[in-house]
């Protein structure tokens, strides 16, 4: 949620009143969009929201019945398809309700309608844009221009009776650009960021160009990202095919365990975290849903541009750069937590990174990950490649960290045939397997894999 306004003596509003006695938790802030003409996106930034979770609430009213008004609420950032939603509401045409009577209508002046207010005294229909179902906190106006409360969406289209509705076409232009976006993020956390090339901090916005104290300029991409590393990389990662295989399978629930367990292991405010090898998103995705109401600062990189350009491809998406471990683009104490699963660690990075308090979350496999495929492809004896063994891994990071937690995750996962292809396309383990192998395993599909990981806690 927003940060909290500091106590005043200001009176509450009515609707707030209405919220208090339905026992609904909310936040009084400040947003001063349509009272000050502050652009939309800036507003949100500086309460450090998502701009889709802001809502206007704009009054109909059905042609011809001048009884006939109802309230649709939808993101600031975004507009409505006034045939759309006459279509959508079984009426022949809709228009905008005079704004020079709405006080008489909704008993409002323009910029402090509320669905709060609207629905309490005076039973209007309310109409909510569905693609703010993605966002579990949202805010919306107290009633008083220039006033707002954010409160968890389920509770307030409850309290309103609220029904979802698509207010604009599918395939329609979106304001918020991720360039936008991605410029709006790095404007709130440019003290986060270092530049790869002198390790000096970043000191400017530039246009669509960050630049350091030394002068060193690197461009956003049109797909919101910075290319941070220093050095031409070429990986095995580098496959398209490979990362859609692996989101389509996550997507489906391969880690979710790993990522719930991560989540409870969190602490419960807002923090600033990495997610080192993110990948194509998705579990980072998973914990910025699962965590929405604490505004995390959520930055996921990889050396795979394949897996950035496709992370960047979700509606709720953090921010995504490429960047390498050993160089990690980020200022001394600047991280609360670091996620790691399944890749490589720079351990002087990471704690020259991390806060005096910061934690490191790292997963890795334990003998039995993923053992039934090991065993299709390399039998279960006499091949180096048929077994595995994860002490070297815990032995050098007991040396960085020798009070370290550590929790089992163990669970089996079942298999589509089409998913089974999607494990034999993304999983490293399958790399060193011959066609003769690799074909057999095709021949002889597995309905079920093991998941079995350690979670590392330092």
């Not at 709720?316 to 991280?335: E, G, Q, V």
């Not at 351990?347 to 308090?357: D, I």
């Not at 669970?411 to 999607?422: A, I």
Request: charged share 25%; with cysteine; hydrophobic share 35%.
């Amino acid at each position: 949620m927003a940060k909290k306004k500091k106590k005043t003596k200001e009176k509450k509003t009515n609707e707030e009143r209405v919220l208090d006695q339905h026992n609904i938790e909310y936040e009084e802030t400040s947003f001063n969009w349509i009272e000050q003409g502050k652009d939309a996106l800036k507003e949100a930034a500086e309460l450090g929201v998502e701009p889709e979770s802001i809502l206007k609430t704009i009054v109909l009213q059905g042609k011809g019945d001048p009884k006939d008004f109802f309230v649709v609420c939808l993101p600031i950032v975004h507009e409505m398809d006034l045939k759309l939603v006459a279509q959508q509401l079984g009426k022949k045409q809709v228009h905008l309700a005079d704004n020079k009577n709405l006080i008489n209508i909704t008993g409002y002046i323009h910029g402090a309608n509320t669905p709060i207010g609207i629905h309490a005294f005076k039973g209007f229909p309310i109409y909510f844009d569905e693609r703010i179902k993605p966002f579990e906190v949202i805010s919306v106006s107290a009633g008083k221009v220039g006033r707002s409360v954010r409160l968890k969406q389920e509770d307030l289209v409850k309290l309103v009776n609220g029904k979802y509705i698509e207010v604009e076409r599918k395939g329609e232009k979106r304001i918020v650009k991720k360039i936008d976006r991605a410029k709006l993020f790095i404007q709130n956390n440019m003290e986060i960021f270092r530049c790869p090339f002198c390790q000096n901090k970043i000191t400017s916005l530039q246009g669509n160009s960050i630049v350091c104290i030394n002068g060193h300029v690197i461009n956003l991409n049109k797909k919101g990202t910075l290319h941070l590393l220093t050095h031409g990389v070429k990986s095995d990662y580098d496959n398209k095919e490979l990362w859609n295989a692996r989101r389509t399978l996550l997507q489906a629930g391969l880690f979710s365990p790993i990522i719930e367990q991560i989540i409870k292991e969190l602490p419960a405010k807002k923090l600033k975290i990495i997610d080192v090898g993110c990948g194509e998103g998705t579990p980072l995705i998973n914990l910025a849903k699962s965590r929405e109401k604490y505004n995390d600062t959520l930055i996921g990189f990889d050396i795979s541009k394949d897996a950035i350009n496709l992370a960047t491809q979700n509606e709720l998406h953090p921010f995504f750069c490429i960047a390498d471990l050993a160089n990690l683009p980020f200022m001394d104490n600047s991280i609360d937590a670091i996620i790691d699963i399944f890749s490589p660690s720079s351990y002087g990075e990471f704690l020259r990174v991390l806060k005096n308090e910061g934690k490191l979350y790292k997963v890795i496999p334990n003998a039995n990950y993923l053992i039934e495929l090991r065993h299709l492809l390399y039998g279960d004896t006499g091949s180096r490649k048929s077994s595995y063994s994860n002490d070297k891994v815990l032995n050098l990071f007991s040396k960085h960290f020798p009070n370290f937690e550590s929790k089992r995750i163990r669970y089996k996962f079942n298999l589509t045939p089409e998913n089974f292809k999607n494990l034999l396309l993304m999983t490293p383990l399958s790399w060193g397997a011959s066609n003769e192998q690799l074909e057999y395993a095709r021949q002889n599909p597995l309905n079920e894999i093991t998941v079995d990981v350690t979670l590392l806690i330092a």
